[in-house]
T-cell receptor
Framework: DAKTTQPPSMDCAEGRAANLPCNHS???????VYWYRQIHSQGPQYIIH???NNETNEMASLIITEDRKSSTLILPHATLRDTAVYYC???????????FGKGTKLSVKP | NAGVMQNPRHLVRRRGQEARLRCSPV?????VYWYRQLPEEGLKFMVY????????ESGMPKERFSAEFPKEGPSILRIQQVVRGDSAAYFC?????????????FGSGTRLTVV
């Protein structure tokens, strides 16, 4: 079973920041938080991952709370092409299977 | 640098036939993972293979399903005597030999329809 909890759906206006929350209250010290997304009918796409520090790359930023029990994925300027299901996954280090939950369906609207 | 290649993209089989799904991992990757996605549901892990070895098949149905990843050639997911409930998208992912923090690279999937 997935070890994360996400809202089933969210809307965001085009050009605004999309903030996607994820709860992982049972995360252990050596487990990473990964984010993937799945655009309709395509294979999942890696976005970003982190352990305890905030991370940023060309796609998104990941903010992890100090107690590591929750995190937020931030898409700074959402576009229509960011409409997708976003999955927050907890994974043991760099090994282990990715266990997908139901994710958050993000709809970016013009 | 080609990504994970899956074929066919779409596969239609009649009930009782066999389905063979192929996955060529990213060049240099020796770990392959298969996932199944039923309509309107999330991805479910099926099996994890390294070259010539099944590492974890905890998500595979006990009957009719098998997977292999030979020394040469693609990984094959085989479904015998397909039933309508096998209709789904099957995704393959790969990762390199050494452990990687970047997770997996996924293919575009094979959509199996059983009629």
């Amino acid at each position: 079973d997935a070890k994360t909890t996400q809202p089933p759906s969210m809307d965001c206006a085009e050009g605004r920041a999309a903030n996607l929350p994820c709860n992982h209250s049972t995360i252990s010290g050596n487990e990473y938080v990964y984010w993937y997304r799945q655009i309709h009918s395509q294979g999942p796409q890696y976005i970003i991952h982190g352990l305890k520090n905030n991370e940023t790359n060309e796609m998104a930023s990941l903010i992890i709370t100090e107690d590591r029990k929750s995190s937020t994925l931030i898409l700074p300027h959402a576009t229509l092409r960011d409409t997708a299901v976003y999955y927050c996954i907890v994974r043991l280090g760099s090994q282990g299977n990715l266990i997908f939950g139901k994710g958050t369906k993000l709809s970016v609207k013009p | 640098n080609a990504g994970v290649m899956q074929n066919p993209r779409h596969l239609v089989r009649r009930r009782g036939q066999e389905a063979r799904l192929r996955c060529s991992p990213v060049k240099g990757h020796s770990h392959v993972y298969w996932y199944r996605q039923l309509p309107e549901e999330g991805l479910k892990f099926m099996v994890y293979l390294q070259k010539e070895n099944i590492i974890d098949e905890s998500g595979m149905p006990k009957e009719r399903f098998s997977a292999e990843f030979p020394k040469e050639g693609p990984s094959i997911l085989r479904i015998q005597q397909v039933v309508r409930g096998d209709s789904a998208a099957y995704f393959c992912a790969s990762s390199p030999l050494s452990s990687t923090p970047y997770g997996y690279t996924f293919g575009s999937g094979t959509r199996l329809t059983v009629v």
